[in-house]
């Protein structure tokens, strides 16, 4: 009789321990669900801002670079090697943000 109790005991810890590893693997699930929406609305933010920023004209832009080509090589290595490149990428990104959040209402920032 005391082995009836003892297999029938390990039997229903076994069922339990089953119904307990479903509930984890069914929390981790809705998890990833959860974490794969946040990064999929993520995602979709991205590509409307590269579409954005493919729409811009840059033809000035490229006007500009095609005077740099007669620069001597010499120069260009110095303006390289000082990172003058980047230090006007910078530049250009802060007068950009600020110019943004110049179009948000309340964000005026003081300027």
């Known amino acids: 009789m005391s082995a009836f109790f003892s297999m029938l005991l390990a039997k229903v810890t076994a069922v339990l321990e089953w119904i307990g590893a479903l509930w984890v693997a069914v929390f981790v ?52 090697l000082l990172g003058v490149g980047p230090a006007i990428s910078i530049i250009t990104a802060a007068i950009v943000i600020r110019l943004v959040l110049q179009l948000i209402p309340f964000v005026r920032l003081g300027s």
């Open 29 to 80: 699930a809705l998890w990833d669900l959860v974490k794969d929406g946040f990064a999929w609305q993520f995602e979709q933010m991205l590509k409307i801002a590269i579409a954005g920023i493919g729409s811009i004209d840059t033809s000035a832009v490229d006007a500009y670079a095609a005077q740099v080509g007669p620069l001597p090589a010499e120069l260009l290595n110095i303006l390289g």
